[in-house]
């Protein structure tokens, strides 16, 4: 069952406080990023939650709580190369209508990605722009069909937001 939305924005209003007072500094990236996993899975029960990172030139498995996955993602390919190629957010109602999505466990039915972006402090002092590089995608699976919608992109842009500064 979907939950309404006024409920999930307060529970990610909840998730939002409580990853504040969960990451910490002075622990190193894979704690910040197993807890965040973890806090996630456990406030909504999504079936898969887990962070690919950039390596080389591919997505390697990070962090994850569910079943087994693959290991490498391709640049481009599936749901999370696509996210990182296109450094933007991605919804699939669907996972069995998205070509060439990489199915790592059947119970999967729809799924969203974030892209977590580094900023790079500029190397030239007249040079005034931040840039931003995608370092690694979170990639959420539900057992059920159409689970995300704008409310989890808008918290969970947040949410990244957050844990990437202690990546
Ligand atoms: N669904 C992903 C592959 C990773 S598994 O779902 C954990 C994709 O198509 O990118």
Redesign the pocket.
Known sequence: MTTPPNVKREQYKTLLKQLDLLLINSVDEIANSANFCALIKQTFDFH?V?I?RVFKEELMLGT?Q?PV??VR?PFG??????AWQQEKTIIVDN?NE?P??????AS?QS?I?IPIFKYKEPSHSLDGNKSKAVIAVL?I?ADILNAFDSVDSYYLEQSVELLSRYL
């Not at 060439?100 to 466990?105: D, E, N, V, Y």
């Open positions: 898969w887990g690919y994850f569910g996955a693959c993602i390919q599936g749901v999370c190369g696509s996972v998205y060439g999505h990489i199915a790592c466990s999967s799924e990605v990639d699976d």
